[in-house]
């Protein structure tokens, strides 16, 4: 994954934030919005966009792009700035591969262990039950 051309191809918008704010939240536009297409990208490989579409399909909308918003802070600069570390880290996390599971055995004084310590719960179970005079 190229960050150079990646952070070229992504667009950014800016809205007004919702919420309080007074009379200077009515007139500046500081919510940033960044939205990356990861179908139509140069930046990242077949085989990248392939794992992305498979990992970030609860985040993507219907044109496989990633739509991400920040409306933090009351500067456009700094929610800019977030925004885009969010979305860097979002594909760096889907694109790391997780290790393969190597199967394992659970070993024999692993089991004997085990049933010795259902055995003695089990004694004191019975332990405390009244005693029957048949």
């Known amino acids: 994954m190229d960050i ?4 070229n191809e ?17 007139k500046v536009s500081s919510k ?8 139509n990208s140069q930046a990242i490989s077949d085989e990248e966009r392939m794992r992305l579409l498979k990992k970030l ?13 920040c409306d933090e802070s009351r500067s456009q600069h700094t929610n800019k700035q977030i925004v885009t570390d969010r ?3 979002i594909l760096r996390n889907a694109l790391k591969l997780s290790k393969t599971r190597v199967p394992t055995k659970v070993s024999k004084s692993e089991k004997a262990r085990r049933l010795e310590a259902k055995k003695r719960h089990g004694k004191r ?10």
Request: proline share 4%.
């Open 32 to 39: 940033a919005v960044i939205i990356f297409d990861i179908e």
């Open 10 to 26: 992504v667009t950014f918008t800016f809205t007004r934030s919702g919420g309080p704010g007074g009379q200077h939240a009515n």
């Open 4 to 7: 150079e051309k990646l952070l």
């Open 57 to 69: 399909t609860g985040r993507l909308n219907r044109k496989n792009q990633i739509i991400l918003t």
């Open 87 to 89: 979305l860097l880290s």
């Open 125 to 134: 179970k019975a332990l405390r039950q009244k005693p029957k005079f048949d």
